[in-house]
């Protein structure tokens, strides 16, 4: 039985993993913004252990380290935020939370985790993004983070010769994050047109299962 910390497990492609994971009997510990969120998650994913962690905010994200267990055979940051507009319309708090819990949360969550790790021979999974490739027009604070998450996967990956590290970046996908987007854009959404996130769950649980000869640095995922 294999233990994961898990982030963004209350929706999307994070919710699918958890649900997943459990299903074969792993341990999931997942991250919640609150107490009040982290009953919801527990009511429903039967069986989840939570953990309460602001990803907004760095010392709130590192205080979870203390609460970690001895070993952990992997960490998947599935959590994000998204808020799109130009370069000259953006406020500074636009700026400041994409980074902060695209970006900080899981370079400060890596970190803390490192030793329990280190100790199962782990791997890492950063759920990226099409932004993280290429900035596109009103994506830019998005993809900011998003490129820097790529950087981040890169610097642990070449630092930490006994945690793999891989890099997911998919495509639109249909979660609550893409209807939101749709929303921004002013644009309809229907979540058919997208790739569904059970498709992309079943891609990190293929990089998981990987054996120890292999390493998957980076995989792009794409709508057809």
Do not use: C
């Not at 639109?172 to 893409?178: D, F, I, L, P, V």
Request: glycine share 8%; charged share 20%.
């Amino acid at each position: 039985m294999s233990t994961h910390l898990l982030t963004g497990a209350g929706s999307g492609i994070g919710r699918i993993l958890a649900e997943r994971l459990l299903a074969r009997g792993d341990q999931v510990l997942a991250v919640a913004r609150s107490e009040e969120r982290a009953a919801e998650m527990a009511a429903d994913l039967p069986g989840i252990t939570t953990l309460v962690a602001d990803l907004a905010d760095a010392a709130s994200t590192e205080a979870s380290g203390e609460r970690l267990p001895a070993r952990l055979d992997s960490v998947v940051h599935a959590a994000g935020v998204v808020e799109l507009g130009a370069v000259g319309d953006l406020p500074a708090t636009a700026w400041t939370e994409q980074l902060a819990v695209n970006l900080v949360a899981p370079a400060v969550l890596t970190r803390v985790a490192l030793p329990a790790l280190r100790a199962a021979r782990g791997t890492v999974v950063l759920l990226n993004s099409g932004a993280g490739l290429r900035a596109n027009p009103q994506w830019a604070a998005y993809a900011a983070s998003k490129h820097g998450l790529r950087a981040l996967a890169d610097s642990l990956r070449a630092e930490e010769p006994d945690v793999r590290v891989t890099s997911v970046f998919p495509g639109r996908t249909a979660t609550a994050m893409q209807e939101t987007v749709h929303a921004q854009e002013g644009k309809a959404y229907d979540a058919s047109d997208w790739i569904q996130p059970g498709t992309v769950a079943d891609l990190v649980l293929h990089v998981l299962d990987l054996p120890r000869d292999a390493e998957v640095p980076e995989v792009v995922v794409k709508p057809v």
